[in-house]
């Protein structure tokens, strides 16, 4: 029988990603002993605390005492808010988690919850997955991750991390699958009403146009950029006017933003198009053009490689006439 472990950090914590992570599993154990199998799991709620208030007091956890596991084979780590003090408020906790994965437990995280496993070094060369809206602070905190922010789920050496929110559905499921079998998480998946087998969140990014760098020379060029989109743009006659050359307009421009100028050029152009087929009823076409592409196979690749969708299919998904 394996000791599942849901910890419970100190400070916010998404009580969803506790509840719903417990409730499945639960659920899971309770469908493979009905098909005549011995319990798979123990399933707990563990911390260094005993009790956990949140959202103004109005929902709390009473976690059990951490210290009396012994061995865990499976922790699971929730979603928290990320402040300055989160790491030092539960220093205790990310060492019994390096400890339990020397013994050889596996552990996932949940959305921001990445950023609390990240903070003991384990993710330190390997693969990572978090919520979008993290992922530019998480790569400033944590260099040494390589991070996959438009991965749902990522799997290397015993650890598996996922994308943001709600996702952590799947990756419940990907655990079911795991510890008990196809079927089991195909059961879960229709009892709770979770898509399978997702593997991006890119469809979900809203582009974050990074203006908060403190380069005033590249949030001019930003600026630019983002009101001649309809226009073709050379970076050679902008780093000129800007007078800069171009090796390190190019330079500054990455090191401000994360993306360089033509990847940001695409990434705005692209979050407009967004924008414009959710709303309203231009064909593709129109709105390929007012984002300035004259080709439309171009076009739809750039879209494709950026959401994971095809404009038509994006368009099918979020446009409510389409609908």
């Known amino acids: 029988m394996k000791q599942v472990t849901i ?5 916010k914590v998404t009580l969803s990603s506790v509840t719903g992570s417990f409730e499945i599993l639960r659920s899971a154990n309770a469908h493979w002993q009905k098909l005549g199998n011995k319990t798979m799991m123990e399933i707990c709620i563990a911390g260094f605390m005993p009790e956990l ?13 951490i210290n009396d596991i012994q061995k865990a084979d499976l922790i699971l780590i929730p979603a928290t808010v990320y402040d300055e003090n989160l790491f030092k408020e539960n220093e205790e ?3 019994w988690i390096k400890e339990q994965y020397k013994k050889g437990a596996e552990i996932a995280t949940m959305c921001s919850g990445a950023f609390l496993l990240a903070s003991t070094g384990l993710l330190d060369g390997k693969t990572c997955s978090t919520h979008w809206v993290h992922a530019a602070n998480f790569k400033r905190l944590f260099p040494k991750v390589d991070l996959l922010p438009d991965k749902l789920l990522t799997s290397e050496k015993g650890i598996y991390t996922n994308g ?15 510890y008990f079998d196809r079927q089991t998480a195909i059961y879960c998946s229709k009892i709770f009403q979770i898509d399978m087998d997702r593997t991006s969140q890119s469809p979900f990014f809203i582009f974050q146009k990074q203006k908060n760098h403190g380069d005033e020379l590249i949030d001019k060029a930003q600026t630019y950029i983002e009101e001649n989109l309809s226009g073709k743009i050379s970076f050679e006659e902008l780093a000129s006017k800007l007078a800069i050359s171009r090796r390190n307009f190019d330079r500054r421009f990455i090191k401000a933003t994360g993306n360089t100028p033509v990847e940001y050029l695409q990434r705005v152009k692209v979050e407009v198009a967004k924008s414009t087929l959710e709303k309203g009823r231009k064909s593709i076409f129109e709105v390929m053009n007012e984002v300035g592409y004259a080709d439309d196979k171009a076009f739809r690749e750039v879209f494709k490689k950026i959401t994971g969708l095809s404009p038509l299919d994006y368009k099918a998904r979020y446009n409510k006439e389409a609908v």
């Open 53 to 65: 208030k949140l959202d103004a007091g109005f929902f709390s956890i009473h976690p059990v005492n």
């Open 7 to 11: 910890v419970v950090p100190k400070g």
């Open 164 to 178: 943001g929110a709600y996702s952590f559905l799947n990756l419940v499921l990907f655990l079911v699958e795991k």
């Open 93 to 95: 906790l990310l060492n």
